[in-house]
């Protein structure tokens, strides 16, 4: 792979306008020229936010999870807890606050980060960063956001989910 590092290169940005913006995403379309000359009049990127999502543990290995109807999948779907990182949050913060918003629920260990990546880095700039947060236990109600109607499942997941998948 190095020796192919050595011919490719980065797009150039000849242009780039934004198609949509809101809350929600961005959509820039860009003009770009590749290293071979050949120039894309209209190569699309969504921009995002950064986000989290959290596996979160109880004592006795019950991974929480949560129930929500997803417009885009048109349909309820089992998730675990997941969302954006605000404005100058860390993402362990936000790992830390979307449990809780979400569920309730927080760890009395710190949040361990077991990775991080790019969504779909063809289209989309935003990273994920996953989070193991173990010893969770349920502390408040949740405090969710006016478009969120989430319920909790704790679940057992085969005999020992911890040990299995986590050390």
């Given at each position: 792979?190095?020796?192919?590092?050595?011919?490719?290169k980065k797009w150039k940005v000849l242009e780039?306008?934004?198609?949509y913006k809101s809350p929600?995403?961005?959509?820039r379309e860009d003009k770009c020229l590749l290293s071979n000359g050949k120039i894309i009049d209209n190569y699309r990127v969504n921009e995002y936010s950064n986000w989290v999502n959290i596996i979160a543990l109880t004592s006795d290995n019950q991974l929480i999870l949560v129930n929500q109807y997803r417009h885009g999948g048109g349909d309820f779907f089992l998730e675990i807890p997941a969302g954006g990182i605000e404005e100058n949050e860390s993402p362990d913060n936000a790992a830390i606050r979307e449990l809780r918003e979400e569920t309730g629920y927080e760890g009395l260990d710190k949040p361990v980060e077991i990775g991080c990546s790019?969504?779909?880095?063809?289209?989309s700039n935003n990273l994920i960063y996953t989070y193991l947060i173990r010893n969770v236990e349920k502390?408040?109600?949740?405090?969710?956001?006016?478009?969120e109607e989430i319920d909790n499942e704790a679940v057992r997941q085969g005999n020992d989910l911890e040990n299995n998948l986590f050390q």
């Open positions: 792979m190095e020796e192919a590092n050595n011919i490719m780039s306008k934004y198609l929600f995403g961005n959509l790019y969504v779909n880095p063809s289209v502390k408040s109600k949740q405090e969710t956001d006016e478009t």
